[in-house]
């Protein structure tokens, strides 16, 4: 018996061989593309700057160096970057919102950020100090891990070491000499707490960038700041004339001090001199008193008669008028008179 071919039953079971084909294709797509991802996601690179942490069913697996790395697929194992090369800063008082080589650093200066940097010192003033807090991570699980929201918790330890110690300072010290101890301070003290943490953060630096009284008070702190300016000047001014006047009495009273000393030495040798010569005189006397007197008398006329201006010869017999007889130089004897 012939068999017979229905045209449209032949034509239902093509579209049905056809239809099942493309299920397959679309199926086999998918697979593709799902594969595709899984092989993607095995490899990542890491930059040099950057830590690579791998996580394995979220567990932590292994860290991992810069350069090109291979791991599970996604799903099995993830990876996460912690820059710890990069020394990463936090921001107080202020925000810095464009830092340009060769351009000026633009900041912004809102009221929300004054309420972190407006501060109450220990003598009962309120200044504004604002700072930044320069650190590296130093253990990149512990930072992920052992901290929850490790930026804020370095933010608010900052915030809250820097009230106590400006708390416990006088508003002019913050302001001027105190400024470098307030950061050693606050530096020594955030380091023991994140340590206390094990949040794996080395601090680099905590610097003091702007510390000025309240807008409302400026005027009265510059007139402050003016007098303790004159006054310092004044006392540089003193403490030089000082300098200079005080080695100059010195030097004064050492020379006086030298005269009289050579002075006090000429005297004492030259009366051991004289000593020394009236006793040698003396000696001679006793040897002959007569020839010493009258040596002594022609010495001491010598001496004398050189510093005379004029030389008077008198009579020791005259009993009334004393007859004065001038022998001055160039003056016959006949030109005087005689003189009562």
């Known amino acids: 018996m012939q068999q017979r071919y229905d045209p449209e039953q032949i034509f239902e079971e093509l579209r049905n061989h056809f239809r099942g084909l493309k299920g397959w294709r679309i199926a086999a797509g998918i697979l593709g593309a799902v594969l595709f991802i899984l092989l993607w996601s095995t490899w990542f690179t890491v930059q040099p700057e950057e830590t690579g942490i791998i996580q394995r069913f979220g567990a932590v697996h292994r860290t991992v160096g810069p350069g090109l790395h291979f791991k599970l697929p996604n799903g099995i194992e993830m990876v996460r970057t912690v820059p710890t090369a990069r020394v990463l800063k936090e921001e107080f008082g202020f925000l810095t919102t464009a830092a340009v080589s060769g351009q000026r650093t633009q900041y912004a200066d809102n009221k929300a950020y004054k309420e972190v940097s407006l501060m109450l010192t220990g003598d009962l003033n309120v200044i504004d100090v604002q700072w930044i807090v320069q650190y590296r ?22 915030e809250s070491v ?72 004044t006392i540089n001014q003193a403490q030089e004339q000082a300098n200079r006047e005080i080695p100059k009495a010195g030097g004064e009273a050492s020379r006086t001090i030298s005269e009289a000393e050579g002075y006090t030495l000429e005297r004492v040798n030259r009366a051991n001199g004289e000593a020394t010569r009236f006793r040698a005189i003396l000696d001679e006397y006793k040897r002959a008193p007569e020839v010493t007197r009258r040596r002594l008398y022609l010495e001491a006329i010598g001496a004398i008669l050189p510093e005379a201006k004029a030389l008077y010869i008198v009579d020791s017999d005259q009993k009334a008028l004393v007859p004065w007889l001038p022998v001055e130089s160039g003056q016959s004897p006949d030109a005087g008179g005689k003189k009562p």
């Open 162 to 233: 820097m009230r106590r110690v400006v708390g416990n300072r006088l508003g002019s010290d913050v302001l001027t000499v105190g400024r470098v101890a307030v950061s050693s301070e606050v530096k020594e003290e955030m380091q023991k707490i994140l340590t206390e943490y094990e949040a794996g953060v080395r601090l680099v630096t905590v610097e003091l960038q702007d510390v000025t009284p309240p807008d409302p008070v400026k005027p009265a702190f510059n007139e402050v700041n003016e007098a303790r300016q004159d006054r310092e000047r």
């Open 137 to 158: 991570i130093e253990d990149p699980i512990h930072y992920i891990f052992w901290v929850r929201n490790t930026q804020q918790t370095i933010r608010d330890i900052s």
